[in-house]
């Protein structure tokens, strides 16, 4: 169980009928091992991290965290962990090459946890969490995505959250998908959604 004290939650979402979803700072030693049991299973393929250690997890979000223009949050449901986030400046990535970064313009990466029944709408509440707590910053106009081409099930989500999909785009790590969603076209979608 994953013990919060009010002083390490950001953000937090009551969803009805699922419960307060919380979103907290990334802890190293603390997530490394639950992380670690996320990004080697098949379906997080995409993270390409599939033969890392538990060190080497660790090592890498910790990275992150240093970087200081990333930042790596841990998402939390009635005290167990189920899904990772990230969130970064796309002036200090390799995306900027690719279009034009306008002043609140946010990067998001998000990774759900295997479940291991099927829960109704899980992995919407998950989605419509991150994008409210990147939005509650008034500073974040648009949140800027550049998933898989191949990983149908993101674009699957980030349709149905608004995103506008501009163009192919080659990254140095995979062929990916530049999408980016403004937050009146983030109200516009969950309006039109049966949710």
């Known amino acids: 169980m994953d013990t919060i004290t009010?002083?390490?939650?950001?953000?937090?979402?009551?969803?009805?009928?699922?419960?307060?979803?919380?979103?907290?700072?990334?802890?190293g030693k603390k997530d490394a091992e639950k992380?670690?049991?996320?990004?080697?299973?098949?379906?997080?393929?995409?993270?390409?991290?599939?033969?890392?250690?538990?060190?080497?997890?660790?090592?890498?979000?910790?990275k992150i965290e240093d970087s200081k223009h990333q930042h790596v949050c841990i998402g939390v449901l009635h005290g167990k962990p189920i899904f990772l986030m990230e969130y970064y400046d796309p002036n200090k990535d390799s995306i900027a090459d690719h279009?034009?970064?306008?002043?609140?313009?946010?990067?998001?990466?998000?990774?759900?946890?295997?479940?291991?029944?099927?829960?109704?709408?899980?992995?919407?509440?998950?989605?419509?969490?991150?994008?409210?707590?990147l939005f509650a910053d008034p500073e974040t106009k648009r949140i800027v995505v550049e998933p898989d081409v191949a990983n149908q099930k993101i674009h699957?989500?980030?349709?149905?959250?608004?995103?506008?999909?501009?163009?192919?785009?080659?990254?140095?790590?995979?062929?990916?998908?530049l999408a980016i969603c403004t937050y009146k076209d983030y109200k516009s979608a969950i309006q039109n959604t049966h949710i």
């Not at 002083?7 to 907290?24: A, H, N, T």
């Not at 099927?118 to 419509?128: A, C, D, E, G, Y």
């Not at 699957?156 to 998908?177: S, W």
């Open 156 to 177: 699957v989500l980030n349709t149905k959250a608004g995103f506008r999909y501009i163009k192919e785009i080659q990254l140095p790590h995979k062929k990916a998908h």
């Open 6 to 27: 009010k002083i390490d939650i950001l953000f937090s979402k009551y969803c009805d009928g699922f419960g307060e979803i919380q979103i907290r700072s990334f802890n």
């Open 35 to 62: 992380i670690h049991q996320w990004v080697t299973k098949p379906y997080a393929q995409y993270w390409q991290m599939q033969e890392f250690t538990i060190t080497q997890v660790e090592e890498e979000y910790q």
């Open 99 to 133: 279009y034009d970064v306008l002043p609140g313009d946010i990067g998001m990466h998000i990774l759900v946890a295997p479940l291991e029944k099927k829960i109704p709408k899980f992995t919407w509440n998950v989605f419509s969490t991150v994008m409210d707590f």
